[in-house]
């Protein structure tokens, strides 16, 4: 089957239907596209009803495989967890349409992009590595997208028509995943810094000062509103997180560097995550989950729960 000229015809296989997933879905519906999206969470009789409810309401056809899915799509977006990346190019191989592309919004390492896109290419398909350089949700679809590969050029007009805010870094695989990479180092590096630190002030009782203290060293940041932001994306999304930093370990040990930021981020990262899974913020899905405009409730949660048992 031959792909359309004009993008707006194409039809959307979502791979992943998240957070991200769910939003590129509304956006790209609410523009007309054709989408269609597959998650491992259908299979699941606890998951799935949310999922398909959020499809019912905005017009998604769900796909029942990786393979029913790749085989509908002009254009598929993979959007799953870090260490799912790999296996969801190679389910998909089987299926794929000759010239369908590929867009891996994964926050993988580069390593990794490029033996997804092997497996992608060689089956006829066209890869690009996406890289997504910041938090989605306050952009939606029009968040900062980097893109490469050597079929990065001809996907971004596509793209920019659909709605998205695409550039190309490189036609080399890896080097729009390596940016993005590096820049995780710094961005849930710091986020694991300040629930640390910021527990652990809290503690204390030296929290006033200690945000005084960074204040006064980087006045353009509001650290209250910071941290709150940081607890509550930590507490939803850690799991998904650190699985990306392990990534982002694998990308430092590629430069012949040994991890130790990153490894100790990801360990913060998931550790959050088993207390939210084990109900320690409240049951997710739930409103308020996560959501306090003051992090000190978060961290008191955190405190408590650690405190020596009597």
């Known amino acids: 089957m031959t792909r359309p000229s004009d993008p707006s015809l194409w039809h959307i296989g979502l791979i992943g239907y998240g957070e991200v997933g769910r939003i590129l879905a509304e956006d790209l519906r ?3 596209v054709a989408v269609s999206a597959y998650d491992l969470k259908l299979d699941r009789p606890d998951t799935a009803a949310a999922l398909q409810a959020h499809a019912a309401g905005h017009g998604v056809a769900l796909a029942a495989s990786h393979a029913e899915l790749a085989l509908r799509a ?3 977006v993979s959007a799953v967890t870090a260490s799912q990346a790999v296996g969801v190019a190679e389910a998909c191989v089987p299926s794929l349409r000759p010239g369908s592309y590929f867009l891996d919004f994964n926050s993988a390492s580069p390593g990794a992009k490029q033996r997804a896109a092997a497996a992608v290419d060689a089956a006829g398909g066209c890869y690009v590595e996406g890289a997504v350089m910041t938090s989605l949700p306050p952009y939606r679809i029009q968040v900062p997208l980097l893109l490469g590969g050597p079929h990065a050029a001809a996907l971004e007009p596509a793209l920019a028509a659909l709605g998205f805010a695409p550039k190309v870094a490189s036609e080399k695989l890896g080097v729009a995943s390596a940016t ?7 961005i849930k590096g710091l986020e694991a810094m300040v629930i640390e630190s910021f527990t652990a002030a809290r503690h204390h009782g030296v929290e006033d000062a200690v945000i005084a203290s960074l204040h006064e060293t980087f006045p353009g940041i509001d650290w209250e509103k910071q941290a709150a932001y940081f607890f509550q994306r930590v507490i939803e999304h850690g799991r998904r997180r650190s699985e990306e930093v392990r990534e982002v370990a694998a990308t430092v040990r590629e430069a012949g560097l040994t991890p130790w930021s990153a490894t100790g ?13 084990g109900g320690l913020f409240g049951d997710k899905g739930t409103p308020g989950f996560a959501r306090s405009a003051d992090w000190r409730v978060e961290a008191d949660r955190i405190l408590k729960h650690i405190a020596p048992k009597d």
């Not at 993005?180 to 710094?186: A, D, L, Q």
């Open 180 to 186: 993005k990479m590096c820049r995780s180092v710094m």
């Open 30 to 32: 609410a523009r007309g």
């Open 265 to 277: 981020t990801a360990e913060r990262q998931a550790w959050v995550a088993d207390l939210a899974d």
């Open 74 to 76: 002009d254009l598929i």
